[in-house]
């Protein structure tokens, strides 16, 4: 019901752009992140945008570098990524919450999304 895209191979200081599309049967979003693995490591939060207030929120590792957006229209977002580093590779995952919990910013718990695409990844090359 989650379908990540636009993982791939990138030159270090390259970008990407990925996205996340919602699909399938009726539902209602109400925040939505991008985590991503690295080899060998745990997953972690990396973006995610709220809809009720519209308010993103970013890792430190990537502020300043990524960009999470969102097609009003659809329940898609966007992460485009510049100025990308060798430390960015990873498998990058969307999720989505489906049931309403208060809060500003996206969660950045794992256990928040009831929602996962099957991840994209992006390598980036030194």
């Known amino acids: 019901q989650l379908q990540a895209s636009g993982g791939g191979l990138v030159r270090a200081g390259g970008s990407l752009r990925l996205s996340c599309a919602a699909s399938?049967?009726?539902?209602?979003?109400?925040?939505m992140v991008w985590f991503r693995q690295a080899p060998g490591k745990g997953r972690e939060f990396v973006a995610g945008?709220?809809?009720?207030?519209?308010?993103?929120n970013y890792a430190d590792s990537v502020k300043g570098r990524f960009t999470i957006s969102r097609n009003n229209a659809q329940n898609t977002i966007y992460l485009q990524m510049i100025s990308l580093k060798p430390e960015d590779t990873a498998v990058y995952y969307c999720?989505?919450?489906?049931?309403?919990?208060?809060?500003?910013?996206?969660?950045?718990?794992?256990?928040?999304?009831?929602?996962w695409g099957q991840g994209t990844l992006v390598t980036v090359s030194s």
């Open positions: 399938g049967r009726a539902f209602s979003v109400y925040q």
């Open positions: 945008i709220r809809f009720s207030t519209g308010a993103t």
């Open positions: 999720a989505a919450a489906t049931y309403f919990s208060g809060g500003y910013y996206a969660d950045q718990r794992e256990s928040a999304y009831d929602l």
